[in-house]
């Protein structure tokens, strides 16, 4: 009994504190579309491609090469920039240059969307430019306010700290009526710690749960669609 109170209570969403929710800011990959779009191997393709391409080795050195970047620097971008000097738009083009007709429009996510109260945010470690790609597929070019991308990071990626306070202050939103949106459990984190609401998007895939023990999860929708378009017909 008390295992199922606990459950049901979990459950529970606080719509009295999610109505004073002024800015909604949203993850784009894997949080606004499915996981199974799978958009990520077609771009860890294209690293692998882009390395080969400029340094002139096999596909296989190239991804030994992309590899050993990912551990030291964190991200294969931070890697080839620091070690090679390599100009980030010309690498962000290339690997974004990818096959988007696997995205398929939410109607029901959009619908919800469209209904939620507050100003809605992007905040990507992808280029602006590949998340208005991304959005025009999904039917939501032009709907979100503003974008916060790895440009805007200066290149230093979600869960950096820093790049949080960039997005805080470039979005102008007080964190304690804010409410970010993700599908990496430990890119909340540092949300949370600035006093953000948070809503994590578990996709069931293994990095999705990354950080999640240390992280305060206010709410959890392993269905974007269906957990929003409850909230907001809630909200009314
Ligand atoms: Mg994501």
New binding site residues.
Partial sequence: MSGRRLIMQKNDVDYKKLNQINHWVF?????LYPHGANLFSQIDRKMGEFIQSVFDVSYADAKVMQKKYFMEHGTTLRGLMSEQGIEPYDYLKFVHDIDFSVLKVDTALNEALHKLPGEKYIYTNASTEYAKNVLSHIGLNGFFQDFFDIHDADFLPKPHEASYHKMIDKFDIDPNSSIMV???AGNLKPAAELGMATVWVNTGVHWSDNGVKETRIDHTAPDLSSWLSHVTKNME
């Avoid at 993850?27 to 949080?31: G, I, P, V």
Wanted: hydrophobic share 25%; no cysteine.
């Fill in positions: 993850d784009l990959d894997n949080t993700e599908d990496i």
